[in-house]
Nanobody
Framework: QVHLVESGGGLVQAGGSLRLSCAASGRPFSVYAMGWFRQAPGKEREFVAAISRSGVNTGYSDSVKGRFSISRDNAKNTVYLQMNSLKPEDTAVYYC?????????????????WGQGTQVTVSS
């Protein structure tokens, strides 16, 4: 069973930075892409970023492109989300996710495994 544990959330002022981490266990980490999603109060969960198993390919939502950066360390079974130039609208619970497929860049609906989430709050 895949187990994902996020860390690194918190309260930050607008314009600040945070780095989220997600430690994965339960299956070979380097075989699968990884992703980050978020859910703001009263809104549906949305895709934020994804990274292929090798780390060569990455993808971002338009709302975070140029500000957020996803990376991974396959030796540590960990994926990261570096968030810069944070805005109040980035406030949400951020979830690490793992797909059930070995596709290079899975579709959002192919993410089957989720962490417990970590709260990110950006004050204006």
């Amino acid at each position: 069973q895949v187990h994902l544990v996020e860390s690194g959330g918190g309260l930050v002022q607008a314009g600040g930075s945070l780095r989220l981490s997600c430690a994965a266990s339960g299956r070979p980490f380097s075989v699968y892409a990884m992703g980050w999603f978020r859910q703001a109060p009263g809104k549906e969960r949305e895709f934020v970023a994804a990274i292929s198993r090798s780390g060569v390919n990455t993808g971002y939502s338009d709302s975070v492109k140029g500000r957020f950066s996803i990376s991974r360390d396959n030796a540590k079974n960990t994926v990261y989300l570096q968030m810069n130039s944070l805005k109040p609208e980035d406030t949400a619970v951020y979830y690490c996710a793992a797909p059930g497929t070995t596709a290079i860049m899975p579709m959002s609906y192919e993410y089957n495994y989720w962490g417990q989430g970590t709260q990110v709050t950006v004050s204006s």
